[in-house]
């Protein structure tokens, strides 16, 4: 099993910056891409950004300009640093991955999700 736990999430007022983070353990032998969505209440779970194993990246049109994912692929860790926060950021942010295990089975996974709160 793999295990996702994101940190990082906390009450901003708007133009503020954070950091969230996502690191992946358990039954790993790779990681493909990894990624983080968000889902305000009432609304859809939606992309925020991904990043594939060999750094390409990709963004909600929303956040581009703003936010930007990276990850540490030796820590087993994506990361998003937000800048220029606004209150249509408030979310719960969840981070996903594609992972493979030791036996060449690929599985997707979901981390908990980190709340985002931003104040006018």
């Known amino acids: 099993q793999v295990q996702l736990v994101e940190s990082g999430g906390d009450l901003v007022q708007a133009g503020g910056s954070l950091r969230l983070s996502c690191a992946a353990s358990?039954?790993?032998?790779?990681?493909?891409?990894m990624g983080w969505h968000r889902q305000a209440p009432g609304k859809q779970r939606e992309l925020v950004a991904g990043?594939?194993?060999?750094?390409?990246?990709n963004y909600a049109g929303s956040v581009k300009g703003r936010f930007t994912i990276s990850r540490d692929n030796a820590k087993n860790t994506v990361y998003l640093q937000m800048n220029s926060l606004k209150p249509d950021d408030t979310a719960v942010y969840y981070c996903?991955?594609?992972?493979?295990?030791?036996?060449?089975?690929?599985?997707?996974?979901w981390g908990q999700g980190t709340q985002v709160t931003v104040s006018s």
């Open positions: 996903d991955a594609d992972v493979r295990d030791r036996f060449g089975l690929s599985n997707h996974y």
């Open positions: 358990g039954s790993i032998f790779s990681i493909n891409a």
């Open positions: 990043i594939t194993s060999g750094g390409s990246t």
